[in-house]
Nanobody
């Protein structure tokens, strides 16, 4: 019943920008904890950014601070990740994640999230 669908991935040169979106169905994103994670081949899934249920606070991995911005468009039930100044090391599959609870947000562990999208590929060339 709960579905999350990512979009907006693609290929871009280093220094470029991409805007990822995650649209929820059977789930109101503003009422729960949400985040973006990424996973490169042979690597573990890692937190990119998280956002509180009502967008009161956000967190970012050190590697993306100052370059990425997470936000929510509640009218469209969509989570957004704006990625600027992209680097080759940003290349990965990016996943949208959500909890089934409206508290305990900003976890960096993927095991704390209950729902996941299928992922959208981001490739940054040097």
């Amino acid at each position: 019943q709960v579905q999350l669908v990512e979009s907006g991935g693609g290929s871009v040169q280093a220094g470029g920008s991409l805007r990822l979106s995650c649209t929820g169905s059977g789930y109101t994103i503003s009422r729960y904890c949400m985040g973006w994670f990424r996973q490169a081949p042979g690597e573990e899934r890692e937190k990119v950014a998280t956002i509180y249920t009502d967008a009161l606070s956000t967190t970012y991995a050190d590697s993306v601070k100052g370059r990425f911005a997470i936000s929510q468009d509640n009218a469209k039930n969509t989570l957004v990740l704006q990625m600027n100044s992209l680097k080759p090391e940003d290349t990965a599959m990016y996943y949208c994640a959500a909890t089934a609870r409206p508290y305990g947000c900003h976890s960096a562990s993927p095991y704390e999230y209950d729902y996941w999208g299928q992922g959208t590929q981001v490739t940054v060339s040097s």
